[in-house]
């Protein structure tokens, strides 16, 4: 036998690693395969278990965990039914760039392979929805292994890794030393950008005439919303903020347009066509942004891209200067240049763009009918922007309420507004706003929910209720798939398959059940009055559902239909 | 257009999938892939032979830059190289056709590597167009199995693909 002394076990070794990665919230659920790891969490005081009520909300805990903070999330399953449970959030952090740490089970090495009870080739399942993935074969090397997982995780362009333990590693014993550093000759992101292609693009920034900003979640990911704040601010142009972008740039400052792409604003699809100099930012011209590229490609306009991913680049759109680096590093070289740089933007010509752009403005877009004898899903969002001071961390499921969320809350700063954007999840927000009070718990946090989205993950009212997370749920309940809902009325002859909402719980009292305060709000006038309660000193400690009859019929406006040109918007007035 | 496509990756299990899948999962042509491990253990080259425009092929290098167990890709394309690729045909080899097959055989500079009383085993080396062109030759009837090896490349000169 060899000397026990001084070894442990792989589990102890799992959970040192951990430690010495400084992980504050480990988000599981326990089983089998995994037995071993929950024994060495059992006896360990460094970070705090967060027990789901299913492996898909571990993973988007931890994601949300790690989109408020910057930190990387970390989740924890078992083989089988728990790996293949945590997929959907692996994904969905695969979709928007999140780095996680996935650790799973697995049944032990000699059984991989024979169909062994809750055997899942999970390295196989997960490999096109992560940034890599391992199965670790020997006990020594464990803790290298979640070195690599953590650092491939959290540089370059971010993303999940899965790790995939065999549960017989978890038992063996081996010494622990964790690795200082990492080195990967096949691994090396690049940080800095080309300082000749930034001189260049700065160069084409301060000759142009139509200038155009547009960001996406690369600005926050990245943490560069400081400098380009700066960049913004001293260049005088206009800026649209993605999806994912937003709170990137403050959404209440004159110079932000709103929102772009399929729900964007009419000035900012606009200003996004029309431009001269495009300087697109941690952002990759998805569908959902540019509608359809024939049309949004024009002759007498010249893009930049700067972004952490080479393969982001000139994958949908062809850019002119690409600019391969960390954005928070290539602003801060940009924001210098500029310092040093005796040449001024055109203000004759920046003038008359903001001319045409305050034009497009006039068309008020985001305007909606008030009413007062029901409520607008958009009021419920405006009002709550208002009730929280416009600080609070908003979280969303998908849908029409993702959208007014995202139109109707200004986020002035990153890192506020938690949605799924790339995958499209129905099932995050509760979750997601678990991530983020546990990450900040004095904040207010609200998830901006459909009847439908939310019960995709509900039963998390229960781990709420566990760790005292005093959420506020806002649904928009309009008893209706509502996007789905929207497409069928426009393009498919209002014949509204299968996209109600029927035989819907009584959310006042599910929530009660679950030991929350629930509330239903059915008046326009009611709103405001609610939003204000909930978030009083009185239920400060409480998490407060609150569900809001909405207007059924209501459409998110604007709209560019799918496979359409940016410009070619439908607003509501046209209907 | 038809791009080799050379690349050094880890030699740990599962690298071959990471790869075949991101050519499926991407939608990638693929028309030959080989693999094998190199003179460093830890490594292992693999050639793939694919086609596409100019884009696809751009976008097809930075996705597989960016797989993580990847350490080095280069398209052949991009310089002079030499291509080869190892095909075995069974011929039938009766009556007439025995000193037909052997003729065809040396005109492609091909050998002969087993002798049967009705088919002969034929080996031949050469550029992928240069096997096609052997078959094409071969009347369909007389060619009784193939099998081909899939491209292997390397730069001319001093153009070399090492760590
Ligand atoms: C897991 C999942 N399944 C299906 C969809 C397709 N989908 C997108 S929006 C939507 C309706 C959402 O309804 P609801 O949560 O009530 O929000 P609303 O649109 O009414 O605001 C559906 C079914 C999805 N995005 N995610």
Redesign the pocket.
């Known amino acids: 036998m060899e000397d026990r002394t001084t070894q442990i076990t792989g589990a102890e070794i799992l959970i040192r690693c951990l430690q010495e990665e400084n992980v504050k919230f480990v988000f599981g659920y326990p089983g089998g395969a995994v037995l071993n790891i929950y024994d060495a969490i059992f006896s360990q005081t460094h970070f705090k278990h967060v027990l789901v009520r299913h492996e898909q909300a571990a993973v988007h805990a931890a994601d949300a965990y790690s989109r408020a903070t910057g930190e990387v999330g970390v989740a924890l399953v078992t083989s089988g039914p728990g790996a293949t449970n945590a997929v959907t959030g692996i994904a969905t952090a695969y979709m928007d760039s999140i780095p996680l740490v996935v650790i799973s089970g697995q049944v032990p090495t000699p059984a991989i392979g024979m169909d062994a009870f809750q055997e899942v080739d999970m390295v196989g399942v997960t490999r096109p929805c992560v940034k890599h993935n391992f199965l670790i074969k020997d006990i020594n090397d464990v803790a290298m292994t979640i070195k690599k997982a953590f650092y491939i995780a959290s540089t370059g362009r971010p993303g999940p890794v899965v790790v995939d333990i065999p549960k017989d590693i978890t038992a063996q014993f081996a010494k622990f030393s964790y690795p200082k550093t990492v080195e990967m000759r096949s691994y090396n992101p690049i940080l800095k950008g080309h300082t000749g292609q930034i001189k260049k693009a700065v160069n084409l920034i301060l000759n142009a005439k139509r200038p155009m900003l547009y960001t996406g979640g690369g600005v926050v990911l990245g943490d560069a919303a400081d400098q380009l704040v700066k960049l913004t601010r001293k260049l005088g142009y206009p800026i649209t903020n993605t999806l994912m972008g937003l709170g990137g740039y403050p959404g209440t400052d004159p110079q932000h347009l709103g929102m772009l792409g399929m729900h964007g604003t009419y000035e900012a699809n606009m200003a996004m066509q029309d431009c001269d100099v495009l300087i697109a930012i941690g952002a990759r011209f998805d569908d959902r942004v540019i509608g359809n590229t024939e049309h949004f490609f024009r002759k007498d306009r010249t893009i930049i891209h700067v972004d952490v991913d080479p393969s982001s680049i000139s994958k949908r759109v062809k850019v002119d200067i690409p600019i391969v680096g960390h954005v928070q590093s290539v602003l801060a070289e940009m924001n210098e240049l500029l310092e040093a740089d005796t040449k001024k933007p055109d203000t004759a010509a920046l003038t008359a763009w903001w001319k045409q752009i305050e034009a497009w403005r006039e068309k008020k877009c985001l305007t909606y009918d008030l009413s007062t004898d029901i409520i607008k899903p958009q009021f419920v969002v405006e009002k709550l922007w208002e009730v929280t001071g416009g600080d609070a961390f908003v979280t969303s499921?998908?849908?029409?309420?993702q959208m007014w969320a995202a139109q109707y809350y200004k986020f002035d700063k990153p890192r506020r507004w938690i949605n799924s954007g790339g995958l499209?999840?129905?099932?995050v927000g509760l979750p997601y706003a678990m991530g983020v009070q546990l990450a900040h718990p004095e904040a207010q946090v609200a998830c901006i929910?459909?009847?439908?989205?939310i019960q995709?993950c509900i039963q998390e009212l229960s781990t709420c209720k566990q760790f005292h997370l005093p959420v506020k749920v806002i649904t928009?309940n309009?008893r209706?798939?509502?996007?789905?809902r929207q497409w069928q009325e426009f393009f498919y002859g209002n014949r509204y398959s299968e996209s109600y909402?029927d035989a819907l719980p009584d959310f006042v009292k599910l929530a009660e059940a679950y030991g929350h305060v629930g509330m239903r709000i059915e008046k326009p006038s009611d709103v405001e009055p609610a939003l204000k309660e909930a978030f009083s000193p009185k239920l400060k400690e409480r998490l407060v559902f609150m569900d809001f009859l909405t207007d059924q019929k209501e459409n998110v406006f604007p709209m560019v239909p799918n496979g359409k040109g940016l410009s070619e918007m439908i607003l509501s007035e046209e209907l | 257009m038809k791009h080799i496509i050379s690349l050094l990756m880890e030699n740990e299990a599962g690298a071959l999938s990471r790869v075949a899948g991101l050519f499926s999962a991407r939608a990638y042509n693929i028309e030959s892939l080989t693999v094998a491990p190199t003179e460093d253990a830890t490594l292992s080259r693999m050639t793939i032979v694919t086609s596409g425009s100019e884009e696809v092929i751009e976008q097809i290098i930075k996705q597989l830059n960016k797989l993580i167990d990847v350490v080095k890709v280069l398209d052949l394309n991009d310089g002079r190289f030499i291509e080869r690729e190892l095909m075995l045909v069974k011929v039938k080899a009766t009556g007439t056709l025995r000193e037909e097959m052997k003729r065809m055989c040396d005109i492609f500079r091909g050998r002969i590597i087993d002798v049967a009383d009705s088919s002969y085993t034929i080996e031949l080396t050469g550029a992928g167009s240069k096997l096609d062109a052997f078959l094409e030759a071969l009347d369909k009837t007389v060619i009784l199995e193939t099998v081909r090896t899939g491209a292997s490349g390397i730069g001319r000169g001093d153009r070399i693909l090492k760590v």
């Open positions: 499921d998908v849908g029409q309420h499209g999840t129905m099932g929910t459909g009847e439908a989205s995709m928009l309009n209706y798939m509502g996007m789905v909402m």
